[in-house]
C-alpha cells in the first residue's frame, strides 16, 4: 500500500477525521476514495474508534456498495435474529415484547396496551357481563337449521307430556294446535312454537323451560366475549404481518448455551422476504440515527430495540389499528352456533 494512503486509514482508524475532511469534504467522499482505491476492506465500522460514523459508514457499505458481508456482521450484531436454512427468523423469549412495535399514545388505551393484552400469557381484559336484553332475538333468532333440530328435541325431552290449558293469557299459537282447549307440544308443533317469539317466550317466562334462559344469556355472554377477543387479535395478527409470515409463529424449546440439555422457551416468527435487509439498511441509512453512539446497532443489540429506536425517532411508522368499541355481529352469530351444543 502506498504511503499516503496508509497514513489515510491509519488516521481514519484511529477516528482522526479533520485533516480527512479538509482534503474529501465528507464522509461518504472518503470512503468513495477508499473503495477507488480498494482499502475500503481495512477499516472495520464497529470499532470503537468509529463509533461516532459507525451508522454512516454502514449506510456506504450497505446502500451504495449493497455489501454482503457487512450484512451479515450487522444480522450477528442483533441478538434476537436467526438464520436458517428457509430464511432469518425472531426469536424471542417473551411472544408481548412484541407489543414494543406499536403506537404506544394517543388514546386512553392504545394499540400498544391491547397488544401486550392479546400477546400476553394472562387473561383478556374485564369480560362483558349481560350481553343481551333479549335471548329470543340474539340468540333463538340466529340457530342454524342444526341447532333448530337441538332445541326441539330439548324442549320435547324437557317438556314430556306438558299439557296447558288454552285461556286469553296463552299465545294465539297455543289456541291454533289446542284439542278441547288443552295445548299438547309434540314433534308437530314444536318448530311453530320456536319461530313464534310469543310462545316461545311464554314457556320461558312461565319457568316450562326452567334454566334454558339462563344458557341463553351465558351463550351470548360467550360469544360475544370470543368474537371480540377474536376480532381483536386478528387486528394485531394482521399489523404484524408487515413484517412477519405469522403462519410460521411458534414456541420452540432452545437449549441454552451454556448448557445445551437445558432448552428454554422461545416465540419464533420468520421475517418476511427481504424484511431483514430492508429494516437494517433503512435505519443505518437514517442520518437522524448518526452520531448517536445509543443508536448504534452493537448498542441497541436486538432488531426489536432497533426498530422500537427508529419508530421512536418517527422514521418509521408504528404498527396501529382501531380497537373496536363491539365485536363483529357474524362473528357472535358464529360462534352462537358453535357453543350452543355445549349447553343444549
Known sequence: ????????????????????????????????????????????????????????????????????????????KLDDITIKDDGYYLEIKDRE????????????????????????????WDRW???TDDVYRDVIEELNPA???????????????????????????????????????????????IGDEESFMYLINNDYLEDLESDLSNIHSNAYNSAYETEVYRAVENELETFF???SAKW?????????????????????????????????ADSGNWGYYANNLDYVTTWLNMMNTFMDNGDEPWLDFRIPEYPDYSLVDKYINEFFPDYI
Open 1 to 76: 500500500m502506498k504511503p499516503h494512503l496508509q497514513e489515510y486509514i491509519d488516521e481514519f482508524n484511529n477516528g482522526e477525521f479533520d485533516d480527512l475532511l479538509k482534503i474529501f469534504g465528507s464522509m461518504e467522499q472518503i470512503l468513495t476514495f477508499f473503495q477507488k482505491q480498494n482499502i475500503l476492506n481495512d477499516i472495520d465500522p464497529f470499532d470503537d474508534n468509529l463509533s461516532d460514523y459507525q451508522l454512516e459508514i454502514l449506510n456506504y457499505l450497505l446502500n451504495v456498495l449493497n455489501d454482503k458481508e457487512t450484512l451479515r456482521v450487522c444480522i450477528s
Open 245 to 247: 409470515d405469522m403462519k
Open 129 to 131: 357481563g349481560n350481553t
Open 252 to 284: 420452540l424449546s432452545i437449549p441454552t448455551s451454556y448448557n445445551p440439555e437445558k432448552l428454554v422457551e422461545h416465540y419464533s416468527l420468520k421475517f418476511n422476504p427481504g424484511e431483514v435487509f430492508n429494516s437494517i439498511s433503512k435505519y443505518v
Open 97 to 124: 415484547d412484541l407489543a414494543e412495535l406499536f403506537y404506544g399514545g394517543g388514546r386512553d388505551t392504545s394499540a400498544r396496551d391491547v397488544a401486550k393484552i392479546v400477546l400476553g400469557e394472562d387473561d383478556m
Open 147 to 193: 341447532n333448530i333440530e337441538l332445541l326441539k328435541k330439548h324442549m320435547l325431552d324437557v317438556l314430556t307430556n306438558l299439557k296447558i290449558e288454552v285461556d286469553d293469557e296463552t299465545p294465539d299459537l297455543f289456541n291454533n294446535y289446542s284439542e278441547d282447549g288443552i295445548f299438547y307440544l309434540t314433534p308437530e308443533n314444536v318448530g311453530d312454537v
